[in-house]
């Protein structure tokens, strides 16, 4: 599978250091590394592309400001020097996002998610999406039924650590796997107990019992960090954290 990337930074350094890794990586075919938006802008709207490395501060327009300008947006990986973009990157549905200086370990976690989600986009026709909602159990709901890739899973809810949405579809990620389908968190919200779960972002459902602290504006899960929307903070502060932050 070839996919397809472009790099769009200003930093002739930082192209360099991209165009680097990209080169290890046989799938990955470099098809343009452009030195400012507009010139990203100009070839996006001709050519097809799977994937973008982006920056987002560079002169006349912004990283953000070129993505929300595409129709037809490819899978994008934020590369930048500033941390306090991370949250926004999370709102524009970016797959990642990597604070310079980037070392090729972390390139390798970002592009393997890319990846990933390329390969889902592409075989998105293999995806059932169930007719309702996902169907619960009656017995006080301790189980979910999951249809994806014509298989039925019956997963117990006290698996499940915390659900993504990305577009129209949405990630389970359990104790020991993940499970994509296609549904929306909006069903989901209404569908799950409300004891036990809970939305914090417009993109993430979380199971509380799963969380071991709250940092700033995310919470910790397992080894990883989830973010929490500037909307939700007070809620997932009073209800989660006794109004303590």
């Known amino acids: 599978m070839k996919i397809k990337c472009i790099i769009v930074d200003d930093e002739q350094l930082a192209r360099d250091l991209l165009e680097r890794y990209i080169r290890k990586f046989p799938a990955l075919d470099l098809v343009k590394s452009c030195r ?15 994937l973008m490395f982006l920056d987002i501060q560079m002169p006349d327009i912004k990283g953000t400001e070129l993505l929300q300008s595409l129709k037809n947006r490819p899978v994008v990986i934020f590369t930048t020097a500033y941390q306090e973009y991370a949250l926004e990157g999370y709102q524009l549905d970016v797959i990642d996002y990597m604070v310079k200086p980037i070392s090729f370990e972390r390139f390798l976690q970002g592009v393997n998610k890319a990846i990933d989600q390329i390969k889902l986009i592409r075989n998105s026709g293999n995806i059932i999406k169930s007719d309702s909602a996902p169907i619960m159990e009656k017995d006080d709901k301790k189980y979910i039924h999951l249809k994806a890739e014509h298989k039925v899973h019956k997963i117990n809810l006290n698996e499940i650590l915390y659900i993504e949405g990305l577009k129209e579809y949405v990630t389970f990620y359990l104790e020991n796997r993940k499970i994509i389908v296609l549904e929306s968190l909006k069903n989901l919200e209404i569908l799950l107990p409300v004891s036990q779960f809970m939305r914090i972002h417009k993109s993430y459902i979380i199971n509380i019992d799963k969380i071991s602290l709250l940092y700033g504006n995310q919470v910790k899960i397992r080894d990883g960090y989830i973010p929490v929307g500037k909307s939700y903070k007070k809620e997932v502060v009073d209800r989660l954290f006794d109004g303590k932050s």
Do not use: H, K, R
Not at 38 to 45: P, W
């Open 36 to 50: 400012s938006p507009i010139d990203a802008i100009d070839y996006l709207q001709n050519e097809n592309v799977d």
